[in-house]
């Protein structure tokens, strides 16, 4: 049994041709236009980001500085908030906070002076000793003591705390007890580093008061 087929007309055939060569022809067009492109021309037609970074030095130190004694330390800073003085020794308004932490603190002098007195001999003038830095600020535990009713109660933050490890009365506190430890280790320093130069140098000591 024949079925009846309807004639296809001669203009649709050309119309599917006319569209394959369209899009044959836009992509052609669209890699040529991608090799071709200078890559000048890409970037200022298109979108792009930009990550920038700038720097400005601010200063230069030169240092002249000799570490004579690094100390390890271990410590508790203790931050309290405190209620009005009507109500201060109440303790459920009271706050504490407690850091222990560790550290390597540098302690030496500033350059020294050195004169020739006589044949090999040398004479150290010592300016006092200071604090030259730590090392190694850690915080190895944070411990609170909050009395239950003392969510009002002001207290410094964590790091006020922290900034406040090392202040001046700290410094002065370990150069004092250290005194003579410092005297020793300029004495053994500066000496041996003369004889390296002299092995027959004599070194003598003037010490600030």
Do not use: C
């Not at 203009?11 to 991608?34: D, E, K, M, P, T």
């Not at 200022?44 to 690094?70: D, F, H, W």
């Not at 009507?86 to 050195?114: C, H, N, T, W």
């Amino acid at each position: 049994m024949k079925f009846l087929r309807k004639p296809i007309p001669l203009w649709s055939h050309f119309a599917v041709l006319g569209i394959v060569v369209l899009v044959l022809g836009a992509l052609i067009a669209g890699v040529a236009a991608g090799i071709l492109t200078p890559s000048w021309l890409v970037s200022a037609a298109g979108s792009r980001g930009v990550v920038k970074n700038e720097q400005v030095v601010t200063s230069i130190e030169k240092e002249e500085q000799t570490v004579l004694l690094a100390l390890g330390v271990q410590g508790i800073s203790e931050a309290k908030g405190i209620p009005p003085a009507i109500v201060a020794d109440f303790p459920l308004l009271q706050k504490a906070r407690f850091m222990q932490y560790s550290m390597s603190a540098k302690l030496g002098l500033d350059a020294v002076e050195v004169r020739a007195t006589a044949d090999h001999e040398f004479l150290v003038t010592v300016p006092p000793f200071t604090w030259i830095g730590a090392d190694g600020l850690r915080i190895e535990r944070v411990i609170g003591s909050d009395g239950v009713l003392s969510a009002f109660t002001t207290q410094p933050s964590e790091a006020e705390q922290f900034n406040a490890i090392i202040d001046e009365e700290l410094k002065e506190k370990y150069l004092a007890a250290n005194e003579p430890a410092l005297r020793d280790q300029t004495e053994y320093y500066f000496t041996k580093l003369a004889q390296s130069i002299d092995p027959d140098a004599v070194v003598s000591f003037k010490f600030a008061e």
